[in-house]
């Protein structure tokens, strides 16, 4: 009997386990998570193999000598190798056959060289431009421009000579860590706005910066490669000062005097504009986004951002969203066709203590320049303490568009509570990433420090006003539009506690992605739930953090004006779905607990879905699939592909 009852129990425990086993097993998931710096499984990488005389480099090692300059080339060679390939190759201390052989003769002249000779590679950087920047070009030149894969043979040689740069040691930065260096960052990018060169930072330098109010104006390219960065916030002058602002070339101007009211579907805004630019509008005579709950409020001016040309054509990729019965103030903001790219950087945040109040800390990097490249950036919080006020984020991306996040880490700030508007206890969002009115912005192969499961932690991200935002191969806590977005993707990814929070219309594609939190997709209750367009999920993995039976959450009490007509999305496709629990599976809540019968009047109805197509659904044990619990809301049927 009881070897039946045992057999029962693990046939029952293989059931739960043997889809999850398909991704990664629970137990290897859950050790991941806890490590932190967890990258999604998902991504995909530009080589499938990297061989050196034919053989692969998996049997390859890295060496170097003592030092912290080649003990950070060595571990930047390891996770660029790891980046494009995917492959995993060891530090050791010593001399092996088959090796990467980072030398220490360096060359007073900022060159880097690469070359294979008897079945290794010798690597040698430069005493003013250090090793871990050359690696990374080669990277960005020669191995992310390959296809399929790359063989180094014997003779192979690579060589760059960095030019046309300043470093922060010409202005005056010590690196050591406990000096102020924060003047000395924002007079050597002042300089370098001026004469048109380059930034480099000092690969081994700990530049500690202080609480000073200055800002730093980035205008030209910025290498900090693995350079660390100490941003002390325990005393400021100012927490609304950025640390460093991606400048434009040019500055943005009015044109509220030459635009005239809009609607919807304008094809052009009525005024010649001096190049393309990205136009920001508002009619500070309507209010949309009109909170509610415990941090309720009376609104927002109706905010549009949309990309025009000189001739005042809109961009069809970033219509119009709202009917502008009146312009109120409208402002160009010049777009930048050069790409600027920073690149690297190791920052540390020492976390204010502050009260727990909605005092937001902005001390961070601001983009407000378009064509925008960050890679590779790192960024760690510690000393957060039983207090603190919250941050808007450490990468804010505000008035530009065509901006594009890859390979970074960023680190998910402690929760605190205050107050809210509504007298009651609240949870204070703070973010480590941010976004608003920005268009076409990227983030790819991004992720975090801490457990993306771990609800101890805000979620990563918050954006408002924001147009065709796409996560691709990130690992993070949540994607979330707060006061709505256009066109919202996610592929490649795996999301956790907050998972995917969304408001606004257009096409929401979720793709390739594994998402563990309450809900696969949260319509966010504050703001009435609203998706006015097309949701796909299209093989993707749920793996429910609680105990309720949704796929998408979605509350509406239908009594509350949120500033416009609230939608359910009105086209629903899912092709290829496992979710992973038993029984029933609804892929709505219910929505309004109080509308459950066809007579129920409703102040503000909510508009319901229209079609609803599923093929490729599956959960643990067979069950059934149903659209809600909530009959009178939801008229329309499944339609089994």
């Known amino acids: 009997m009881l070897a039946r009852i045992t057999a029962f129990f693990m046939c029952v425990v293989s059931l739960f386990t043997t889809q999850f086993s398909l991704l990664f097993s629970e137990v290897e998931l859950k050790q991941e998570l806890k490590a932190g710096n967890f990258e999604s499984p998902y991504i995909v990488r530009v080589l499938s193999e990297i061989t050196v005389n034919g053989i692969s480099v998996d049997e ?19 996770k660029e190798l790891h980046k494009v390939s995917g492959k995993d190759i060891a530090i050791s201390e010593n001399d092996t056959d088959k090796a990467f052989i980072i030398t220490k003769e360096l060359n007073d002249k900022a060159i880097f060289t690469l070359k294979a000779e008897n079945g290794n590679i010798y690597i040698t950087g430069s005493s003013k431009a250090g090793i871990s920047r050359g690696i990374c070009a080669f990277t960005d030149e020669v191995l992310l421009t390959a296809e399929g894969s790359f063989e180094f043979n014997d003779g192979y040689e690579y060589k760059k000579e960095f030019t046309d740069f300043v470093t922060y040691e010409q202005f005056g930065a010590k690196g050591d860590g406990k000096t102020d ?22 690969e081994t330098a700990d530049y ?11 205008m030209t390219d910025t290498d900090w490669s693995t350079a660390a960065f100490i941003i002390d916030d325990t005393a400021v002058e100012n927490r609304s000062a950025w640390i460093f602002n991606v400048a434009p070339s040019k500055s943005s101007y009015s044109i509220t005097d030459k635009t005239a009211p809009l609607k919807a579907d304008a094809e052009n ?15 500070s005579n309507v209010k949309r986004y009109i909170r509610k709950g415990a941090n309720q409020n009376s609104g927002s001016s109706q905010t549009d951002v949309i990309l025009v040309d000189e001739n005042g054509n809109i ?39 502050a009260s727990s109040e909605y005092n937001y800390y902005t001390r961070g990097i601001q983009v407000r320049r378009s064509n925008t490249v960050i890679d590779g950036l790192y960024h760690d919080i510690v000393n957060e ?30 929760k605190y509570t205050t107050i809210g508007s509504a007298g009651t206890s609240v949870t204070m969002g703070t973010y480590d990433i941010g976004a608003a009115t920005a268009v076409n912005a990227s983030f790819i192969n991004c992720n975090q420090t801490n457990d993306i499961t771990d609800g101890d932690y805000w979620g990563i991200a918050g954006t408002n006003y924001c ?11 949540r994607f979330d539009a707060h006061q709505g977005v256009l066109n919202a993707t996610v592929k490649n990814s795996v999301l956790g506690h907050h998972g995917i929070k969304l408001i606004g219309k257009g096409t929401a594609l979720i793709e390739n992605t594994t998402v563990l939190s309450d ?26 953090t609680g105990v309720s039976t949704h796929i998408i959450d979605a509350e509406n009490s239908e009594d509350h004006d949120f500033g416009y007509t609230c939608y359910l999305p009105q086209k629903i496709v899912i092709d290829g779905l496992y979710v992973h629990r038993l029984g029933i599976n609804h892929i709505f809540t219910s929505v309004n607990s109080k509308h459950f019968y066809d007579s129920y009047d409703a102040e503000y109805p909510v508009i319901p879905p229209e079609e609803i197509t599923v093929s490729n659904f599956s959960c643990i044990l067979p069950g059934q699939l149903s659209v809600s619990p909530n009959k009178a809301i939801f008229k329309v049927k499944i339609q089994h592909q």
């Open 60 to 78: 390859y090692t890295v060496t170097a000598p003592e030092g912290e300059l080649y003990t950070l080339a060595a571990k930047t060679l390891q």
């Open 181 to 202: 260096d924060l003047e000395a960052l924002v007079k050597t990018h002042e300089y370098a706005n001026e004469k048109g060169l380059s930034v480099l930072a000092d």
């Open 208 to 218: 500690y910066i202080g609480g000073r109010n200055m800002t730093a104006r980035i």
């Open 269 to 283: 805004i009525g005024t010649e504009l001096e190049e393309k630019s990205l136009v920001v509008l508002t009619d």
């Open 315 to 353: 961009s069809p990729h970033t219509p119009l969203i709202w009917d502008f019965d009146a312009v109120t103030a409208a402002t160009a903001y010049p777009v930048d066709e050069k790409t600027l790219t920073i690149k690297g950087g190791r920052f540390t945040t020492v976390a204010n203590n």
């Open 385 to 414: 303490g039983k207090t603190g006020s919250p941050y808007s984020a450490f990468v804010s991306l505000s008035c530009c568009a065509d901006v594009t996040v890859k390979n970074c880490t960023f680190t998910g700030h402690k």
């Open 467 to 477: 147009k065709n935002l796409v996560y691709d191969g990130c690992a993070l806590s």
């Open 519 to 544: 809900s696969l997709i949260a319509l966010r209750s504050d703001y009435g739930s609203t998706w006015n367009g097309e949701v796909i999920i299209r093989n993707c993995r749920f793996y429910p």
